[in-house]
């Protein structure tokens, strides 16, 4: 059984600055691809960062420039260093990760989400 735990949610002022954490745990032999996304209230899910197990990254358009996205590949964690956040940024967190468990394939593992509130 794997699993996916975040952390590092919480209520900021705009301008602010947060960082979350996602630790993969388990019968795990390796993660490829790891990712957040976030859903805001009354908005759909979107996806907004990528970090591959090279560390080649991608950002949405509205997170560019304010927000980073890292990877523990020792201690199978993933990172959102999130700077400069703005009201609009207020969501639900969940990470995503590319498990390499002991069945074929890669399976997708969700996070139960951290929530993060910018106030203004």
């Known amino acids: 059984q794997v699993q996916l735990v975040e952390s590092g949610g919480g209520l900021v002022q705009a301008g602010g600055s947060l960082t979350l954490s996602c630790a993969a745990s388990?019968?795990?032999?390796?993660?490829?691809?790891m990712r957040w996304y976030r859903q805001g209230p009354g908005k759909q899910r979107e996806l907004v960062a990528v970090?591959?197990?090279?560390?080649?990254?991608n950002y949405a358009d509205s997170v560019k420039g304010r927000f980073t996205i890292s990877r523990d590949n020792a201690k199978n964690t993933v990172y959102l260093q999130m700077n400069s956040l703005k009201p609009e940024d207020t969501a639900v967190y969940y990470c995503?990760?590319?498990?390499?468990?002991?069945?074929?394939?890669?399976?997708?593992?969700w996070g139960q989400g951290t929530l993060v509130t910018v106030s203004s």
């Open positions: 970090i591959t197990r090279g560390a080649i990254r």
């Open positions: 388990g019968s795990i032999f390796r993660i490829n691809t």
């Open positions: 995503n990760a590319d498990l390499l468990t002991g069945e074929p394939g890669y399976l997708e593992a």
